[in-house]
């Protein structure tokens, strides 16, 4: 390209050679318009200045061409000619201009683009119809940590995308391609930087056409999704860790929203609380409490969100919940705030704590049966051992006064307070000295005759018929605390029958066990006296004690079995004692 300051002096030397000729040619031939060609010069030259400069300055030496001109006979057309002549050089400096300001601004289009390719915050690649990289920016570079020029002409699948996605990357391709829409859509893959780690990037794409509108290639721009996508992935497992964890918990979780609706309840709250899964949700929390708290409950809400005060929010206590059939039920409640999007509740944790309840009643049972074992040694030295001395000098009297009716009748109600006495502290004795069953192989006929032998002999079964029916004789039990439940059965029957009637004992096979029935003639047992006769200290009888058939339970039971009472239409009662015939424990005699 020539320098601007020799195609200035180029031009001026031009311009002195058409003036020149110029001014020696007659008026009325057009030399003025060898003035166009330095301005033309000057256009090419693609300098502003040069050409405006030029252009000025044929436009005077035009004019000053036409005073200068000798005169001739067609001189009446100079002035056309002339004033032709500037209008053509400065359609020239016009034209030029224009040209020049459409190449200032594609130049500048270009530029910016350039910048925006370069600087822009995503990945940019171009390619063309057989996927080889014609462009990429610094940030595909970044990406990749490979620098540009190791990017640029190499195939842009074979190269960053991994061998598992390239079959289907290749198809992608293609139909990007050959695809007629102009939506032709996003998608997403893997692509591997030069460390060999895997990118997960999400593409823009767009085809490239040349000017007769024919695609030459793609422009893609692609976001690096990794850090958002492994943050999902992390948020989803977390998400499910703790669903798992709410899920399987042992306690029941409960989410409420402002006005104490039911949001969401784990398997745990719908067992707790008799509920089918998705039965709570939309219910107010208040149907899982039991008065006074049930009709409180939105009160505490509404308190604590305008106070600040909490009854039970942040504060761990016991409460009693209602099932859904209305049954309640012991729980220590936690309940915190908690913010869930952007709609702020409450959750709340509960444990059921009946079994805690009954283990804490059991130990307050245990420490009481404790004191009573100690008060049982004391009974057993201070008054049972007078109390044998009273009855053998009783009975000795008695034998002194045998012919004195008078006397026998004292010295037999006597008899019978000391035995009462006698029979309500070996009872207490047993309950607290109880102890496991010593389980060998017995033979129940040789239990049941010894104990029907034993009471045949006491006062009390004189008028009382005793029955067996015995199917079964061989058992794993304890002997000793089995003679103790049928006489303890039988003098609860005698005393029913008021010591006048028929008991019935009966043994048959029941299944892998026996059933072991005693049945008297007695008016029965009422209902609502029915379902406690099994428990300590609870009588109807002026004077007992109330521990005759809660031993007999804890003995049944220590050998594996089980008891139950009837009280058939026919009348009278029926104690059915079931057990195993063959006993873990069982050990040869």
């Not at 422009?219 to 943050?231: C, E, F, H, Q, Y």
């Amino acid at each position: 390209m020539i320098h601007p300051v020799a195609l200035a002096g180029l031009n001026l030397f031009l311009e002195a050679v058409v003036f020149a000729i110029d001014i020696q040619v007659p008026r009325g031939i057009a030399t003025g318009l060898l003035h166009v060609y330095p301005v033309l010069v000057a256009a090419a030259s693609r300098n502003r200045r040069l050409t405006v400069g030029f252009g000025v300055l044929a436009s005077l030496l035009i004019l000053l061409g036409w005073w200068a001109s000798p005169p001739s006979e067609h001189g009446a057309q100079e002035p056309a000619n002339r004033f032709m002549t500037i209008v053509v050089v400065w359609t020239i400096v016009l034209f030029s201009a224009q040209r020049l300001r459409a190449a200032d601004a594609l130049r500048e289009a270009e530029r910016e683009s350039l910048s925006l390719f370069n600087f822009a915050g995503v990945m940019l690649v171009a390619m063309d119809r057989e996927g080889v990289v014609t462009r990429a920016n610094p940030k595909t570079s970044e990406v990749l940590r490979v620098p540009l020029s190791r990017i640029t002409a190499r195939n842009w699948i074979d190269a960053f995308v991994p061998q598992r996605d390239r079959e289907k990357m290749w198809a992608y391709f293609a139909d990007l391609l050959k695809s007629e829409a102009e939506d032709i859509g996003d998608h997403e893959n893997t692509i591997l930087s030069a460390s060999g780690e895997e990118r997960f990037i999400s593409w823009c794409n767009t085809r490239l056409r040349d000017r007769a509108g024919d695609v030459i290639g793609t422009l893609s721009s692609g976001a690096d999704v990794t850090a958002i996508l492994r943050s999902t992935e992390a948020l989803a497992k977390s998400e499910a860790t703790l669903r798992a964890v709410v899920e399987t918990a042992v306690d029941a979780i409960i989410m409420i929203d402002l006005k104490g609706k039911i949001t969401a309840a784990n398997p745990a709250a719908n067992r707790m609380f008799g509920y089918e899964e998705g039965e709570l949700i939309g219910q107010n929390v208040a149907v899982l409490t039991n008065e006074p708290d049930r009709s409180r409950h939105d009160g505490y809400i509404e308190r604590y969100l305008s106070t600040g005060e909490a009854q039970i929010i942040g504060i761990g206590r016991e409460v009693t919940g209602r099932r859904k059939d209305g049954t309640p039920i012991p729980v220590d409640l936690a309940v915190s705030q908690v913010v869930k999007g952007s709609k702020p509740g409450f959750v709340g944790i509960l444990r059921d704590v009946t079994a805690k309840k009954q283990a804490d009643a059991a130990l307050r049972e245990h420490a009481a049966l404790v004191e009573l074992g100690h008060m049982a040694a004391v009974v057993a030295h201070e008054v049972k051992n007078p109390l044998a001395g009273i009855r053998g000098a009783m009975q000795v009297l008695g034998r002194q006064f045998k012919g004195d009716a008078e006397a026998q009748d004292i010295i037999a109600e006597v008899l019978a307070r000391i035995d009462e006495l006698t029979t309500s502290i070996n009872e207490r004795l047993m309950f607290a000295r109880s102890r496991e069953p010593r389980i060998r192989p017995i033979s129940l006929r040789d239990v049941v005759r010894d104990v029907c032998d034993l009471v045949r002999k006491d006062p009390r079964f004189r008028r009382v018929t005793l029955e067996t029916s015995l199917e079964v004789d061989q058992v794993d039990a304890d002997s000793e605390l089995l003679r103790g439940v049928l006489v303890n059965l039988f003098l609860n029957a005698a005393q029913a029958m008021e010591g006048a009637g028929t008991i019935r004992i009966s043994v048959r096979l029941a299944g892998d066990g026996c059933e072991i029935e005693v049945r008297d003639t007695g008016p029965g047992i009422p209902p609502h006296v029915r379902e406690r006769v099994f428990e300590r200290f609870f009588t109807t009888k002026s004077g007992g004690a109330g521990l005759g058939l809660s031993i007999v339970r804890q003995a049944v039971e220590s050998h594996g079995g089980s008891i139950r009472v009837d009280c058939p239409d026919t009348g009278g009662t029926t104690f059915t004692i079931r057990l195993p015939l063959l006993h873990p424990k069982a050990s040869a005699p």
